[in-house]
């Protein structure tokens, strides 16, 4: 049972516009929830989070945005750039440790 | 700071052998790592997590005797996959910590592939 969900595999987006990926989760006890950007044949890279106890949170030009009552979150890119291209990776923390269950991930891709 | 080095990048390897990948804290103690495995196009999946000084846990469906972890000090973690097979190919990532305020920071992973 996947209880982390990126149910949108690929996003394209015009240079300039705005990204908005989401996330689906099932487990209410997940208490922090991260996102990653990743590249081919490399690490994650840690990009935002929030704690449940909050319901954004912004860092330049991106913003994680969390609905508890939906368990939702959604990242937000803008303006997105080329450079932004790569996958990312949704993941929720729970808090009997420090275990992070993955979401797919969502690609995408920013065109010029 | 919070840097994790994981070597090999990259490895090929005949069907049989064994395999070991390495993760590294450079800059600070990592009283805990975990394991992760990627195929392609698909998520990050959790392998076992190992505790400094103690033995791994490993998830559901991880044979623990094939991957075989060990977690000796602070600062190093090795991964041994034993006698490898085609199946075991795939992209096999560390996280080390807990460091700062998000906890964990992921190697760079390690492209096995097995003929």
């Given at each position: 049972d996947q209880q982390v969900k990126q149910n949108s595999p690929s996003l394209s987006v015009q240079e300039g516009r705005i990204s908005i990926l989401n996330c689906d989760y099932t487990?209410?006890?997940?208490d922090y929830f991260l996102w990653y950007k990743k590249y081919p044949a490399e690490g994650p890279t840690f990009l935002i989070s929030i704690s449940s106890i909050k319901d954004k949170n912004e860092d330049g030009r991106f913003t994680v945005f969390l609905n508890k009552s939906a368990k939702h979150l959604s990242l937000h890119i803008?303006?997105?750039?080329?450079?932004?291209?790569a996958v990312y990776f949704c993941a929720a923390r729970g808090n009997a440790g420090n275990m992070l269950t993955f979401g797919g991930g969502t690609r995408l891709m920013v065109k010029p | 700071g919070a840097v994790v080095s994981q070597h090999p990048s990259w490895v090929i390897c005949k069907s049989g052998t064994s395999v070991k990948i390495e993760c590294r804290s450079l800059d600070f103690q990592a009283t805990t790592m975990f394991w992760y495995r990627q195929f392609p196009k698909q998520s990050l999946m959790l392998m076992a997590t190992s505790n400094e000084g103690s033995k791994a846990t490993y998830e559901q469906g991880v044979e623990k005797d094939k991957f075989l972890i060990n977690h000796?000090?602070?600062?190093l973690s090795t991964l041994t996959v034993t006698s490898?097979?085609?199946?075991?190919?795939s992209f096999y990532i560390c996280s080390a910590g807990p460091v700062g305020v998000h906890g964990y920071t992921f190697g760079s992973g390690t492209r096995l592939t097995v003929v």
């Open positions: 487990n209410s006890m997940f803008v303006p997105s750039q080329p450079g932004d291209s | 000796a000090s602070l600062t490898a097979h085609p199946e075991d190919s």
